[in-house]
């Protein structure tokens, strides 16, 4: 192992408050899918399925490439995926309107309902735990997962969620 990775890795055995976050986070990751991989299961359905649900409903007539460009996966790796939700009747894909070579993805009611109950089971979850919060903390815990996403992508994030000021020195 190259030093500065060994140095690194030691650094991190050493931080037990880092070390109590990520396994905090490996809990809450598993609760937070747990409630929509019960639903999926209904549909032979996997996490791929969900996220690629999420943002066709989100943000309808996104662009192939730009959910590749979100999910940051190769196109091979989402054709199956996708042929299972434009198969299940879930998702369809249209012609762009300037650029007919454009594949432009658009929930159907299907997919706009599962993708609504997806959201719900997730969103409930946080707005449980977020009213057993001091009220600060929506902020803090949008702050807290928006440092998460590796840097360079941050202004992205940003402009897909419409949050200019996400991330903003507050202080």
Avoid: C, W
């Avoid at 600060?136 to 402009?159: G, H, I, K, Q, S």
Wanted: net charge positive.
């Amino acid at each position: 192992m190259p030093e500065a990775p060994a140095r690194a890795a030691r650094r991190v055995e050493e931080d037990a408050e880092a070390l109590d976050l990520v396994e905090l986070f490996f809990f809450a990751y598993r609760d937070f899918v747990g409630d929509a991989d019960r639903l999926l299961e209904n549909y032979g359905f996997g996490r791929a399925h969900h996220r690629v649900l999420h943002f066709v409903h989100r943000r309808p007539g996104l662009p192939i490439a730009a959910l590749l460009d979100i999910l940051k996966i190769t196109k091979q790796s989402l054709n199956r995926v996708l042929k299972q939700l434009l198969d299940g009747g879930f998702v369809e894909a249209r012609a762009g309107a300037v650029d007919r070579r454009q594949r432009l993805l658009y929930p159907t009611p299907r997919g706009a309902q599962l993708a609504r109950e997806l959201a719900a089971l997730q969103s409930e979850r946080f707005r449980r735990v977020l009213d057993e919060l001091p009220p600060a903390a929506r902020d803090a815990a949008a702050e807290f997962l928006f440092a998460m996403v590796d840097p360079e992508d941050r202004e992205r994030v940003r402009r897909h969620l419409g949050r200019p000021d996400l991330g903003r020195d507050r202080r």
